[in-house]
């Protein structure tokens, strides 16, 4: 059994290491600290499962999933956040995962999500699993912030988060121009007309916490 497990967090990574070894007495274990270092480990090497946060520095983890999705198309990754981002759950779903789960949730149900993705299930709480139900059965054309790109998504999420544009572009590594273009797209994708609308429906639709 070789286990990856991407976090910039070393006291984390320690942490869902000891849990996992508790359980899967063989396994072997690999760390990035990085998206990137995620991606070239999992290029280089060939490992059973990788646990992923989904917020490291340099590329987000939407991109770094996306990236090994490509690279290795059959390695089970679970993600790992710090929120209850439910419509973010499913998003990362969509493109990929095998499972989500909050490291709230982790010393918990780790052991649990993992065994399901390596015998090639999918993995999510019961709770979000409820939630997913019914976000599914919604009509999601209807919701405006469906019609963003990821990217555009993840921008969302910063600019309500109340980042400024150009600690946007620092964090996911752009240029001040090319997050302004991304906001102005979404502005004209959500037929509004400022970041404070922008705000307040992110809030309201519980995007961000």
Do not use: C
Not at 29 to 38: L, P
Not at 142 to 169: C, M, N, Q, W, Y
Request: hydrophobic share 45%; charged share 25%.
């Amino acid at each position: 059994m070789r286990i990856l497990i991407a976090d910039d967090h070393a006291v984390v990574r320690q942490g869902l290491k000891q849990i996992l070894a508790a359980e899967f007495k063989q396994a072997v274990f690999g760390e990035a600290s990085t998206g990137q270092q995620a991606i070239e480990l999992a290029w280089r090497e060939l490992w059973d499962v990788l646990v992923l946060d989904i917020t490291m520095p340099g590329q987000n983890g939407l991109d770094v999933l996306k990236a090994i999705r490509k690279s290795r198309p059959r390695l089970p990754v679970l993600v790992l956040s710090m929120h209850p981002e439910d419509q973010f759950a499913v998003r990362l779903l969509k493109i990929g995962a095998a499972g989500y789960m909050t490291k709230e949730s982790a010393p918990a149900e780790l052991v649990g999500a993992v065994k399901k993705v390596l015998n090639g299930g999918r993995y999510v709480s019961s709770a979000l699993a409820e939630k997913m139900a019914v976000f599914l059965a919604m009509d999601v054309q209807t919701a405006p912030h469906e019609r963003l790109s990821d990217r555009e998504f993840v921008v969302l999420r910063l600019i309500a988060s109340g980042k400024t544009v150009s600690e946007i572009a620092v964090e996911l590594s752009l240029s001040v121009k090319t997050v302004s273009t991304y906001r102005t797209r979404i502005l004209e994708k959500m037929g509004m007309r400022h970041s404070a609308e922008l705000t307040h429906y992110a809030i309201q639709n519980q995007l961000v916490k």
